[in-house]
């Protein structure tokens, strides 16, 4: 059975950090590139980062450029979003997704809040 499982949201202070993780199982996962997407309330689903499966390059949205990080342990099955320098704004839901050609799968999504 194919699974994203997201872990590490919560409540954290603007200027703190995160570091959420996704762990995948059911699929061969070095293939597949990852991506995480965050929604806010009110607000389009919007694309994070990227990171490739053959070469592990990595993009990010403008947004947190400079202040997130995405990587992947292929040994582990599980890809990260270490997130620094937290700001109100990025307080949305954030899912892991897999992406192999027109293949998609996607976690249930994790709740980070960035509040005082």
């Known amino acids: 059975q194919v699974q994203l499982v997201e872990s590490g949201g919560g409540l954290v202070q603007p200027g703190g950090s995160l570091r959420l993780s996704c762990a995948a199982s059911g699929f061969t996962f070095s293939m597949y590139a990852m991506r995480w997407y965050r929604q806010a309330p009110g607000k389009e689903r919007e694309l994070v980062a990227t990171?490739?499966?053959?070469?592990?390059?990595?993009n990010y949205a403008e947004s947190v450029k400079g202040r997130f990080t995405i990587s992947r342990d292929n040994a582990k099955n599980t890809v990260y979003l270490q997130m620094n320098s937290l700001k109100p704004e990025d307080t949305a839901v954030y899912y892991c997704?897999?992406?192999?050609?027109?293949?998609?799968?996607w976690g249930q999504g994790t709740q980070v809040t960035v509040s005082s």
């Open positions: 990171i490739t499966s053959a070469r592990g390059s990595t």
């Open positions: 997704s897999a992406l192999r050609a027109f293949v998609n799968y």
